[in-house]
Every structure is written in C-alpha cells, then in structure tokens.
C-alpha cells in the first residue's frame, strides 16, 4: 500500500481557512491523490482527488506540489462541522480499494 | 437519491452467536466494498464485489467470515461464530467504476460489540 504521512491532529478556530498537509514522497507518477473526512459516528466521506493540477470543488481544495510529493487539503473557511478524522489517500493501479492510515484529526475551535 | 445503507446499525451478540450484516449499495453501482475498525485500529479493507463476483478478497481475516452478493445487488457479511475480537464498526462502500480515479460512498456503518 503506498504510503503517506500526516500529522496527528490540528486545531483551527472556526471560519479561518484549513491548510491539511500530506506527504507522499513515494508517489508513482499515474497515482492519484485522494482525501476522505470522518465525522464522528459517520462512515467516511469522499472530500476532493487529484493527480496533477489542483482542484477545486464545493468542500474544498487540494493543492499538488509541483514534485507531486506532497499535497495540500485547504477547507476555505471552518466551521465545526468539518470537525473530523481527514484521511490522505493515495489510489495506485491495481489497488481497488482504499488504505486508511491514521490520518489528521481537525479539532475546529468555535 | 439514496445512499450506501447498511442494516442493522448497531448490534449487540454474544461470543459463538452468528451474526450478519447487510449492505444495500447506490444503485447501479456495480462495486461493493466491506471494510471495518476494529477497537484502537484503522479501517482496514475486508473485500471488493464486481456485480456479484468477488473481485478481491485479501483483507477478509479468517474463515468465519462470509460475504455474498447475489445477483449483484446488496450484499451481507456473515460472521459465524463471532469472537471478542470481532468487535468493530463494519462500513460498507459502493462506487460505479472501480478505477482511482473514482470516488466511493459510504454507509454510516454498523457497530458490532461481541461480549
């Protein structure tokens, strides 16, 4: 399972922009880039994917280093709602389902 | 439209008892997905459906768990006999196409405490 590394936890007090990092240092060059949430007592939540270019949708945006080794899950404005577990996933070929590691959990502060 | 729902939400049984779990996919939604936390742990996938063949089904951890998908439609997960370390929230996903470059969806999941 390809590997990638987030901190622990966060904190961000509410209505202030969320910058999550993520590295993937090992990334292959036709892997994408996937961010899932879970809220408490909630099953997982797809957020927003990527491969190359950043994206942008109506939860979030992700930000793609150039090197493609590190990415950035910015939620623009906080609120306490997106209070959860934020999981950076990396999607290889072949591999159909999703690995979880420990992800971050965001602690919005009111 | 609906989403992924699983049934039931929680269930409580007791060690040796059989229990199964059931998940109705969004429909038309030919890729159904088990995974499940166990207490402390991280989700961790279980097995992956194509309509009702099982595509992959690495992650399932020992032979008292079954899963079927009869005519590719909604699936259960059958845990005979249940043991302490069964114990875990159990999420079912489906998505459309298989591929990375496609989101899954999630059901809310179901708590399952062996005791």
């Known amino acids: 399972d390809a590997k990638t590394t987030q901190p622990n936890s966060m904190e961000s007090n509410e209505e202030e922009p969320v910058h999550l990092p993520c590295n993937h240092s090992t990334i292959s060059g036709t892997d994408y880039i996937h961010w899932y949430r879970q809220l408490p007592s909630q099953g997982p939540e797809y957020v927003i994917h990527g491969l190359t270019s950043n994206v942008n949708n109506r939860m979030a945006s992700l930000a793609i280093a150039e090197d493609r080794k590190s990415s950035t899950l910015i939620l623009h404005r906080a609120t306490l709602r997106d209070a959860a577990v934020y999981y950076c996933?990396?999607?290889?070929?072949?591999?159909?389902?999703?690995?979880f590691g420990t992800g971050t959990r965001l602690t919005v502060i009111p | 439209e609906a989403g992924v729902t699983q049934f039931p939400s929680h269930s409580v049984i007791e060690k040796g008892q059989t229990v199964t779990l059931r998940c109705d996919p969004i429909?038309?939604?030919?890729?159904l997905y088990w995974y499940r936390r166990v207490m402390g742990k991280e989700i961790k996938f279980l097995l992956h459906f194509v309509k009702e063949s099982k595509q992959d089904e690495s992650g399932m951890p020992n032979n008292r768990f079954l899963a079927e998908r009869t005519g590719g439609t909604y699936s259960t997960l059958k845990v005979q006999p249940a043991e302490l370390e069964d114990s875990g929230v159990y999420f079912c996903?489906?998505?459309?196409?298989?591929?990375?470059?496609?989101?899954?969806?999630f059901g809310q999941g179901t708590r399952l405490t062996v005791v």
């Open positions: 996933i990396l999607r290889t070929d072949g591999a159909n389902n999703l690995f």
């Open positions: 429909s038309g939604h030919d890729n």
């Open positions: 996903a489906s998505s459309q196409d298989a591929g990375k470059n496609t989101e899954a969806f």
